[in-house]
């Protein structure tokens, strides 16, 4: 809207006017006029200002009677956030990532061994606190670690020792991210959670590269503290991981469990 704009025929060669000419008009009537005048240049004026304010409109957050007085959530909220179903539905399914322990601990009988959450939320805890990497976002490799082995909640923790082949590993836990995102109901929540792991599975960006580093250096100190704590010998796990990490982070936080584990040793 640009302004209100009252039109009265004219005598003037312009087929309408806003008001007639004053010359037609006696002196009373030109003050009432002028006064008219004033006050509707004045509403025109504040109209104008209104419908052209480049303010927010706020109307859609206030309640209405078709959602008994709930606030509606905005287009861009509703569209980034899944529904409340489909959220808990998603989490409850997670649970099995607390109640599954880890492969690798119980082939070989380890007391009380870790679960797949507990692995996933250290190696969070490492992202957050890592140093700035050139080129490396943080944030996301937070995000990369608490997803990284969120398949497991399908599949289970494939180990090498079951023998399930790499390539068939993969397709089950691709499966198993589809499924999920699926339950989740899609959208961009989803969307994120499922380029992470395919970001992470593929090993093909920066962020990849430092939480697969992550992953094996949360492996490593978890077996050292189960040396300590429990006098068992998990060489093994120290063997497969050796000269296979990507980063100067990973390369020098195992070889700080390396040193802390030989220096045990020697003791």
């Not at 009252?6 to 006064?35: E, Q």
């Not at 957050?128 to 997803?147: S, Y």
């Amino acid at each position: 809207m640009s302004g209100i704009r009252v039109l009265c025929k004219s005598s003037s060669s312009s087929p309408f006017s806003l008001f007639p000419s004053s010359s037609l008009l006696s002196t009373s009537h030109n003050k009432i006029l002028t006064t008219f005048t004033n006050n509707s240049n004045f509403l025109t004026s504040k109209l104008t200002f209104s419908t052209s304010s480049n303010k927010p409109r706020t109307m859609a957050t206030e309640p209405s009677a078709s959602n008994n007085g709930v606030p509606e959530e905005s287009s861009s909220s509703s569209s980034s956030s899944p529904p409340a179903s489909s959220a808990i539905d998603f989490l409850t399914l997670c649970h099995r990532l607390k109640a599954t322990k880890r492969t690798g601990w119980i082939k070989r009988d380890i007391k009380g061994p870790e679960s797949i959450a507990d692995h996933m939320y250290r190696m969070g805890v490492m992202a957050l606190i890592t140093a700035d990497i050139p080129g490396v976002n943080r944030d996301k490799c937070v995000k990369m670690a608490i997803v990284h082995d969120i398949a497991e909640a399908i599949v289970g923790d494939i180990a090498p020792c079951d023998g399930v082949p790499k390539e068939e590993k993969s397709r089950r836990e691709r499966e198993a991210i589809e499924q999920m995102c699926t339950l989740l109901g899609g959208g961009d929540r989803a969307k994120e959670i499922n380029d992470l792991w395919m970001e992470y599975e593929n090993n093909s960006t920066p962020e990849a590269k430092v939480v697969k580093d992550l992953d094996k250096v949360e492996m490593i100190l978890q077996a050292l503290e189960y040396e300590n704590e429990q006098g068992r010998d998990l060489e093994e796990f120290f063997v497969s991981t050796a000269g296979k990490f990507q980063t100067d982070l990973g390369k020098s936080w195992a070889a700080e469990i390396a040193s802390r584990r030989k220096r045990k040793e020697e003791k």
